[in-house]
């Protein structure tokens, strides 16, 4: 059908003062400033010439509009505008007496992440409890936000009643996130006064003003508005919102990074890592079976955000498209001569200056001449992507500092003079990118994490003692081990069950081969066969896992081997019965009863199934040793069993019997690390209740 266009004839059109590209598909600027210049709006690019009657500027409407490449255009209602006077308008806190705020590379990550700081250190109190039914005594919890500039040391806070009097000052040089205030009565308002002791210093006035006011619903004191004062000016934190906008050199307009609360204090902004790049594709031949796509690629964009810097993978390729654009200019110039309407000499000179504006860029930008003067078609290919790379990950930043209600203030792009760029960044490749290192940033990755240092140093610690008494055990030093009851009576045990002339039952837990307890019962059982086939005593060793059934039947015949009883060994006596739990427990329930076992072992890892085992096992008579790290378990077979191993008893007793150099030098080093552990717990506490911290901030707190 054919379009039908209405004419319209509007007294008072809306006229265009500002124009964007949206950004798509990231989530582009949701502010925007005019500038006026005695009151005029001028935007050559853009075909924008308004100028605004300052005197009357009540009587404006304002409308906003999207259009798409179709053409449709959708408007929002017509507002008038709000006027406000510039100190009405919020502020960004500043960073420090050189930046307003600051954009570092963050460290210790793999180079994924820049780091946006700005403003001072903030504390807010987020919630308090009674500590006793008289009201007299409560605690406050807080919160507080800082970046990785301001160092806190100390954070004092004064707290004053309803009539303005001061009842307590507290230092809190250490903050774990928690006050508890004694009252002369109970209140139904306090107020608070919060100041920082910083590295470095703070410099002028700043501190934090928050009360606690009584809530008859939840009838406990809820924290108010957060007011912040700094050098005669002040705010209500809780009403902004700071939003970080960034831009590399591929994008045309600032996009969202993040919006985030008006406490916080530094961002951390992802730069991810690209692992894929998509093509369109541009040809397709159904005989070879073949798609082709374009070499060519954009690298970045020009310095003044106008036109495509454009690569190609081919050196041949890219020479061809100057030659193509030389065509072009020919073609256009043979128009011109012959064109027979002023429009169409018109197109043909746009065109013309086009293509020799992209001449001029093939061969006078930096990145794409270098790349035109390397020859290798791999080292070519590396140049431009290692330029496309940088160009895609080295962003520029401004902040925005909102109330959500069109009360706003921008700051300019950060920038720093020193330029300094990563030093994976050769000159060959910064020097396409002038503006890196000063507006522009790119994430640098790291080696090491430094704040995993205590860790290091605690392997190298662990690792040095586990080598040194190997080598002890190693030359038959003595290292002692405590002695624990149920390895003492296992002799006793297994003599018990000789004398009855009655078998031993030995469960090695029902988890499978990985778990750790399951190897210390295994090693246990070596040990008991071991005994048993010096006083020929019969041993039964049901299984649950099947992986475990070969390693606990060779263990066994090994422990015969060593005994000088090979001929006592007898496979059958190892045996599986079930991967199901209860079934498992139902048949070592059957084989106690049946066989009158007279001493059990259960050495493992156990699950529910215990109690019931041990239960039977204890109306059979027989003697019962356990040992588990299992904490839910550990309960009932301390309540049924004789003796019991609990935790790292296990493992010590593995270590005991065997008296192997590799199990009794670890398990030696082990104690003598928790001794050191418990020297640094004792030195932080005594540090700590001095007000010297640097012990305790010295270890990560994650």
Not at 121 to 133: D, F, H, K, Q
């Amino acid at each position: 059908p054919e379009t039908e266009i209405y004419q319209v004839d509007v007294e008072n059109p809306a006229e265009l003062i500002f124009n964007r590209y949206c950004g798509y598909p990231y989530t582009p600027s949701q502010i925007a400033t005019v500038q006026l210049e005695n009151g005029k709006v001028v935007d050559e690019e853009n075909g924008i010439n308004y100028t605004f009657d300052l005197d009357n500027i009540e009587d404006y409407y304002f409308v906003f509009s999207i259009d798409d490449r179709d053409g449709y255009e959708t408007f929002t209602e017509a507002h008038p505008a709000e006027i406000i006077q510039s100190e009405t308008l919020p502020k960004i806190p500043e960073f420090s007496q050189n930046f307003l705020y600051k954009v570092i590379d963050r460290k210790d990550d793999k180079g994924d992440y820049n780091r946006v700081m700005w403003g001072k250190p903030v504390v807010a109190l987020t919630n308090s409890t009674y500590l006793r039914e008289d009201k007299t005594k409560i605690m406050v919890n807080y919160e507080m936000y800082t970046n990785e500039y301001y160092k806190i040391h100390d954070v004092y806070f004064k707290v004053y009643n309803e009539e303005g009097k001061l009842i307590d000052d507290i230092n809190e040089y250490y903050q774990d996130r928690k006050l508890k205030i004694t009252l002369e009565k109970p209140s139904n308002r306090l107020s608070f006064v919060m100041t920082f002791n910083t590295n470095p210093d703070i410099q002028g006035e700043y501190r934090l003003e928050q009360e606690l006011v009584y809530d008859t619903q939840s009838k406990s004191l809820k924290p108010s508005k957060l007011f912040l004062v700094s050098n005669g000016y002040s705010e209500i934190v809780d009403n902004y919102k700071y939003s970080v906008y960034k831009r590399n050199y591929t994008d045309e307009e600032f996009r969202l990074s993040k919006r985030v609360a008006g406490m916080l204090r530094e961002l951390d902004d992802n730069i991810p890592y690209e692992n894929a790049i998509f093509k369109g594709i541009s040809q397709c031949d159904m005989e070879k079976g073949l798609y082709y796509a374009s070499p060519s690629f954009v690298i970045r964009m020009t310095n003044d955000k106008k036109d495509y810097i454009v690569g190609n993978l081919y050196r041949e390729a890219a020479e061809q498209t100057i030659v193509d654009y030389q065509n072009e200019i020919e073609k256009y110039q043979a128009l011109i001569d012959t064109a027979l309407t002023e429009q169409a000499r018109m197109q043909a000179e746009q065109a013309i200056e086009y293509y020799q504006k992209q001449i001029e860029l093939n061969k006078e930008n930096y990145i794409l001449k270098t790349a035109a003067q390397i020859n290798g078609k791999d080292s070519r290919t590396k140049f431009l992507d290692k330029s496309r790379r940088i160009a895609n990950r080295s962003f520029e930043y401004k902040l925005v500092k909102s109330d959500g209600k069109g009360h706003f203030v921008e700051s300019s792009i950060f920038l720093t003079e020193d330029g300094k760029k990563p030093e994976e960044i050769t000159q060959k490749f910064a020097a396409g990118f002038p503006t890196l290192g000063k507006t522009h940033y790119y994430p640098k990755p790291n080696w090491f994490q430094s704040n995993k240092l205590p860790a290091l140093i605690a392997t190298l610690i662990f690792g040095t003692l586990v080598f040194v008494m190997i080598n002890r055990a190693k030359k038959g030093y003595d290292l002692y081990i405590r002695p624990i009851a149920g390895i003492e009576e296992i002799d006793n045990a297994i003599g018990r069950a000789t004398e009855m002339g009655r078998p031993i039952l030995f469960v090695p837990g029902l988890s499978s081969i990985q778990d750790v307890a399951t190897l210390a019962g295994l090693s246990i059982l070596g040990r008991v066969a071991k005994k048993a086939a010096e006083y020929d005593t019969k041993l039964l060793c049901p299984v649950r896992d099947p992986i475990v059934l070969p390693i606990a039947q060779e263990t066994v015949r090994e422990a015969h081997y060593e005994a000088g009883r090979p001929d006592t060994f007898d496979k059958n006596n190892v045996f599986f019965i079930t991967t199901a739990q209860f079934a498992f427990v139902a048949g070592v329930n059957g084989v106690m009863i049946r066989e009158k076992t007279a001493t059990n072992f259960y050495m493992g890892m156990f699950w529910a199934e215990a109690l019931i085992m041990t239960e039977t096992g204890a109306t059979t008579g027989a003697i019962q040793i356990a040992g588990t790290d299992a904490v839910t378990q550990i309960p009932f077979f301390i309540t049924t069993c004789d003796y019991t191993l609990i935790g790292e008893e296990l493992y010590a007793a593995s270590a005991y019997l065997a008296h192997e150099p590799l199990m009794m030098g670890t398990l030696k080093a082990q104690d003598y690390t928790k001794f050191l552990i418990i020297i640094f717990i004792i030195a932080g506490t005594i540090l700590s209740t001095t007000h010297l911290t640097f012990l305790i901030n010295a270890f990560p707190e994650k």
